[in-house]
C-alpha cells in the first residue's frame, strides 16, 4: 500500500478535536456533553451579519479577489484606525480564517531548518502550521504559579541561534486567558529588533480584555515596523467560526507579496463570509459590551467554582475565554477520554482539552486541561457540578497542589 508524507506522519492531532468521536459516541447513548473543549461561543451572531447574508443581491457567487474584497479591507482598516492602530489597505490580505493568516505567513517567511520561538502553552495548530513550512518550534515555559505570565525576557533570548527566524505571541493568549502587557511586549521589541526577527503577533481575542486592562498591538511598536506580522479573525470577536474569514496583517510589502501568491494559489476566500464580515465591522459598541460583560460573569462564575473543587487550581484569566486548569488526576488525556467513554452524572458528561497537546515540551501539561468558559452560566454550573462528580470517580484522582 502507498506510504503517506513524513509531514503527514509527524502533523499532531488536535488536542481540541481529536476527542470527538468519543463524544460523538456519548452522544449516540443519550448523554449530555457539555462542550469546555472548544472556543465555539454560544454568544449570537450579530444580527447585522446574518441580515446581511439573508439580504444579499448576488445572482452569481463569484470568486472575490484573493487578497480579499476591497470593501472588507477598506472597512477594516477603519476598524484598526478606531482602535488607534494605523494601517492602510495594502498592508491586509484576507485570509480563510485566522488559521490561514498563519499558514501563509510561515509559508512566506520562514525556510527548511529555520526555528521560531513561542512562549508555551500556546494554541496547537501553531505547531502543525511550523511543521508544515518545515520550521521547528522552540519554546520558552509559562507556569500557572504566576498565571503564565511572559518568561523573562533573559529566557527567551538564550534560545536564539542562528537559525532563528521569529517570535510568536498570542496576546490575549489562547489557551492560558493571559494579556500581554506593553512593557513585556516593549521588552520583546528590543530583542526582536537586536537579532532582526520576525514578531508574529495573534491578536484576535483582543477586544476581550478584563478587569480595566488594555490591549497593546505589536503594530504599534516603534521602531520594528518591518518586523510584525499580525493575526486576526472574525470567528471569535463576533461569534461567526463558521465564516472563515481573517486576516495577515503587516508592513512589510516583501511578505505581503509573498503571501498573495500563496492566496492566488487557493484562489480566493470565501466569497459568503466576507460579506458577514463586511457587516459584522458595523458592529455597535454595545454590543461588545454587553458581551464583554457576560463573559467576565461565566470567567468569575468559573474559576471560583473550579476553585472550590477540591485539588483543582484555576488561575483568572485577564482576556480571551480560555483558561489552563490544573486537576488532580494522574493523566488529563486519559481523564479526558475517561469523562467521555465510561463516565455520567445525571445522564450528563463534560469536554475538556488536554493540555498536554498545548505544550511542545513532552511531559508537561499532565495534570492539565484548558477549559473554554463559551457556554451560558446555567450551562457552566451543570458542567462543573458534573465535573465536580467525575473528579470524586475517577480512578486515577490524586490529592492535587
Known sequence: MPQIS???????????????????????????????????PDIET??????????????????????????????LCSYYNHLGIQIKEED?????????????????TLNEGDEIIIPEPFYANYTAFALMAGATVKTVTSSIKNNF???PISEIEKKITPKTKGIVIINPNNP??????????????????????????????RRYCYDGLQHYSVMNLEGIEQNTILFDSMSKRYSECGIRVGALITRNKEVLAASLKLGMARLCPPALGQIAAEASLDTTDEYFARVHQEYVERRDFMV????????????????????????PVDD?????????????????TVMLAPASGFYHTPGLGKNEVRVAYVLKKSELKKAIETL????????????GK
Open 6 to 40: 513524513e509531514k503527514g506522519k509527524i502533523l499532531p492531532a488536535s488536542p481540541i478535536r481529536k476527542l470527538v468521536p468519543y463524544a460523538d459516541q456519548a452522544k449516540k447513548r443519550g448523554i449530555k456533553v457539555y462542550h469546555l473543549n472548544i472556543g465555539q
Open 46 to 75: 450579530p444580527s447585522i451579519a446574518l441580515e446581511a447574508v439573508r439580504n444579499m443581491r448576488l445572482n452569481v457567487i463569484e470568486y472575490t479577489p484573493s487578497d480579499g474584497n476591497h470593501t472588507l479591507k477598506t472597512k
Open 92 to 108: 491586509v490580505l484576507i485570509t480563510t480564517g485566522g488559521s490561514e493568516a498563519i499558514l501563509f505567513a510561515f509559508l512566506s
Open 149 to 151: 505570565a511572559l518568561p
Open 176 to 205: 492560558t486567558g493571559y494579556l500581554y502587557s506593553k512593557e513585556e511586549l516593549e521588552a520583546l521589541a528590543k530583542i526582536v529588533k537586536k537579532h532582526d526577527l520576525y514578531l508574529y503577533s495573534d491578536e484576535v481575542y
Open 304 to 327: 471560583d467554582a473550579l476553585n472550590q473543587i477540591p485539588g483543582v487550581v484555576c488561575p483568572l484569566p485577564k482576556g480571551a475565554f480560555y483558561s489552563i486548569v490544573r486537576l
Open 332 to 348: 488529563a488525556d486519559k481523564f479526558c477520554k475517561w469523562l467521555l467513554e465510561e463516565f455520567e452524572y445525571n445522564h450528563q
Open 388 to 399: 465536580s462528580v467525575a473528579l470524586k470517580e475517577y480512578p486515577g484522582k490524586t490529592e
